[in-house]
């Protein structure tokens, strides 16, 4: 058996008036990310994470921003197409390990949905996707919910 462990972070800017998904779902919040994409920032950093962990370089190297077909795209494509990716090179996913930073709204209620979401994409059960959410108490571009943060890594398996 081979193992392989990638990580991932991503960021996005905060603006009113934009919607707002995360872990592939949508949050209902007077404030949303700014993207090329949907700028769902947890499955951003999942896909570099596997992308990583597999070698193949990084999300913007497979789905540029300068590119008009990823205009919008939903994320869960994205995810969806990366997990292709490393399947392709022998690999499955052992587990995701991720944390969101985002001051307000809340994440917690929604984890559960988007772990099942993940899992589903990534052919995996949902007790292997760890999600946590954090605040930056308050403190800097985080803490002023004027940005969002996601960290993830993942262990591969041959």
């Given at each position: 058996m081979k193992l392989r462990i990638g990580q991932g972070i991503d960021v996005h800017r905060l603006?009113?008036?934009?919607?707002l998904f995360v872990g592939g779902i949508q949050i209902e919040s007077e404030i949303g990310a700014?993207?090329?994409?949907?700028?769902?920032?947890l499955l951003h950093a999942i896909?570099?994470?596997l992308l990583g962990a597999a070698n193949l370089r990084d999300i913007g190297y497979h789905f540029s921003d300068?590119?008009?077909k990823?205009?919008?795209i939903d994320s869960k494509i994205l995810l969806a197409e990366v997990f292709k990716l490393i399947q392709?090179?022998?690999?499955?996913v052992n587990n995701v390990d991720s944390t969101v930073i985002l001051?307000?709204?809340k994440l917690n209620p929604h984890i559960p949905a988007m772990q099942k979401e993940i899992a589903s994409i990534l052919h995996i059960d949902e007790d292997a996707i760890s999600i946590k959410a954090t605040t930056h108490e308050k403190v800097d571009?985080?803490?002023n919910s004027e940005a969002i943060k996601a960290y993830a890594s993942c262990l591969l398996i041959k």
């Open positions: 603006e009113k008036g934009l919607p700014v993207g090329h994409s949907d700028a769902d920032v896909c570099d994470a300068t590119d008009p990823f205009k919008g392709e090179k022998g690999y499955g001051e307000s709204p571009s985080f803490g």
